[in-house]
């Protein structure tokens, strides 16, 4: 009797666990998402208004995308963090 309390004591917990981890681990995508969007709002700044911030899919860089107006593009490397200036 005491080994099948045990039993479902130790399935319970580990129910419940499984349950929290898969919440948790939901949250922590969630917030991974958010993180990068404001990420990259912040590296967008870097480009100026009269470009557009582009993204390598391949190896996540990051670029400033200009065309001009026949057509032609140019990318320009940027850092893959904000660029933060301190003035004394």
Not at 19 to 43: N, P, S, Y
Not at 53 to 82: H, K, M, S
Request: charged share 20%; proline share 3%; with cysteine.
């Amino acid at each position: 009797m005491a080994t099948a309390k045990l039993t479902l004591a130790a399935l319970a917990a580990f129910v419940v666990g499984t349950v929290a981890g898969q919440w948790q681990g939901q949250r922590d995508t969630r917030l991974l998402q958010q993180d990068d969007i404001r990420r990259e709002k912040l590296i967008a700044r870097n480009c100026g208004p009269h470009s557009t911030l582009w993204r390598n899919a391949a190896n996540g860089q990051y670029g400033c995308l200009y065309v001009n107006r026949d057509g032609q593009a140019l990318i320009e490397p940027t850092f893959d963090a904000p660029v933060l200036s301190a003035r004394r």
